[in-house]
């Protein structure tokens, strides 16, 4: 018996120590749309509160990383109050660049019509500020179908937005991202292009091969056809993809392709099975990013969470030869670092890889920092690249209304080798921030991950922490 119990505490510490799913343990998060911008990717996610018993959502977050592993907060960059016209429901949204703006498309429930709306934000940065571009709905036609906005800009320069449960609607944006430049229509869905035709269609007792849901995600990507014997042409073929969440609830992943954003579409099945996340709705994005591809789903699997707290996954894919998806499994795992993290260059301390009781906060006078530290709570960043230079000093800026703390730096596991302690003091206040630069006499090089472990006073909050930064010798 004591065997397993050893067992079993082996099995959770190690699956901490390797884990990247969920991405977030600060908030849940869900779901992601991820965006491919520059050297990072930047995620756009709700926010579902916590122990919350329905979709109660209120502001959207942000999350980038220029490694896969480590993720910055960028906090609540749009919440219900920065559209005048909503008044619940902050559900999936999407944010895409074109010529140096970036449109996030939302959906909220709209007080003009009584159903649910698509609006649309923009800002000059993917981390924004961002507003709304328009200050009424970019469509609102009180149907309660109108949620999960996906949107894509084609070769031919021509934008693309679908959105809908359980209806997928389409429609061109004119070149301003911010209004219409057609009709809205209605994709028909049919055995051949969804596994089924629309909801209201199907025929009761019918076992169907698979149904749309909603959570659509719209791409495209040109592919080398493989002809009967296995041979890839020579031209490439651009081909459109329709990914949606499947089967009514709980939801899988399943997905459609067409020659043309307006169809005919071609059911071609499951990409994510129903498996057991713990969330009864899944949600996917798609990104290509540094030669990788990266499928972002969620589940509810952080501690607390379940179908109302839901927290973003990634795994990373590779397209099968045929353009088709690979089946993709959800795990504990995620992805692998593509970069390192360069311990010389001053850090947002809400850089995480991992972490274990604390939360991040946001306001306009600091910006994001990390709150909530109690004795015991950890942080962990990963890929440190210290190189040939020995580090010399350690500086955080922190703050503290009460007795402070201290922040212990580990090498590669909590209990690794130390290399500092900072102590942090009383500083006057909870945002009365300080420097406190510690020395390092330990001799470090090389690649590590690194733990930032918070001890003090038991059963208090110890400290905010803004930022950290090694000098080298
Ligand atoms: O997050 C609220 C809703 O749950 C989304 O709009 C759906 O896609 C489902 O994930």
């Not at 609006?119 to 036609?141: H, I, M, W, Y």
């Not at 102590?423 to 020395?439: A, D, L, N």
């Not at 001799?443 to 930032?452: E, N, P, Q, R």
């Amino acid at each position: 018996m004591k065997k397993r119990i050893i067992g079993v505490l082996l099995t959770l510490i190690s699956m901490t120590v390797t884990a990247q799913n969920p991405v977030v343990q600060t908030w849940f998060t869900t779901d992601p749309a991820p965006l491919s911008y520059g050297d990072k990717v930047y995620v756009y996610v709700g926010h579902d509160e916590d122990n919350a018993d329905f979709f109660w959502m209120y502001e959207w977050r942000v999350y980038s990383s220029s490694d896969m592993v480590n993720w910055t907060d960028h906090g609540s960059l749009l919440n219900l109050n920065s559209f005048s016209w909503a008044d619940d429901r902050a559900w999936a949204a999407q944010t895409i660049e074109r010529n140096g703006k970036f449109y996030w498309y939302i959906c909220a429930h709209s007080k003009l019509s009584g159903g649910m709306a698509i609006g649309v934000a923009v800002a000059d940065s993917p981390t924004g500020p961002f507003r709304d571009a328009l200050g009424k709905p970019l469509f609102d036609n009180g149907s309660w179908d109108n949620i999960d906005p996906t949107v894509f800009i084609d070769d031919d320069d021509q934008a693309w937005l679908f959105w809908g449960n359980p209806t997928i609607n389409y429609v061109r944006l004119n070149p301003d991202m911010v209004s219409l430049a057609s009709e809205v229509k209605q994709v028909k869905q049919t055995v051949e292009g969804f596994g089924s035709p629309s909801m209201r269609e199907r025929e009761r007792g019918v076992k169907y091969a698979d149904s749309y849901t909603e959570g659509p995600w719209i791409m495209k990507r040109n592919f080398f056809p493989l002809d009967k014997k296995g041979k890839k042409a020579k031209k490439a073929v651009g081909q459109y993809y329709l990914l949606y969440a499947a089967g009514g609830v709980p939801e899988h992943i399943a997905y459609s392709t067409a020659p043309t954003p307006e169809g005919p579409w071609t059911y071609r099945g499951h990409i994510m099975p129903l498996e057991d996340t713990k969330s009864f709705t899944n949600h996917c994005g798609v990104v290509d990013h540094k030669g990788h591809s990266y499928f972002f789903y969620h589940t509810g699997k952080l501690p607390g969470g379940g179908g109302f707290g839901r927290s973003m996954a990634i795994e990373e894919f590779k397209y099968n030869e045929d353009g088709t998806f690979p089946t993709i499994h959800h795990t504990n795992e995620g992805v692998k670092p593509i970069g390192t993290l360069n311990p010389y260059q001053r850090t947002e301390a809400e850089t995480i890889a991992w972490s274990f009781g604390l939360k991040t906060e946001n306001n306009q006078k600091t910006g994001v920092y990390v709150g909530e530290i109690n004795n015991g709570d950890y942080i962990k960043v990963r890929e440190m690249d210290f190189g040939t230079k020995q580090p010399s000093a350690f500086t955080v800026s922190a703050a503290s209304a009460l007795q402070g703390g201290n922040i212990e730096v580990h090498l590669d596991s909590l209990g690794g080798q130390k290399i500092a302690v900072a102590k942090i003091p009383y500083t006057g206040g909870w945002e009365e921030w300080k420097e406190v630069r510690t020395p390092i006499t330990e001799t470090v090089s090389g690649k590590h991950d690194v733990f930032f472990a918070f001890t003090g006073y038991k059963g208090m909050k110890l400290f905010n922490f803004d930022w950290w930064k090694f000098e080298e010798k």
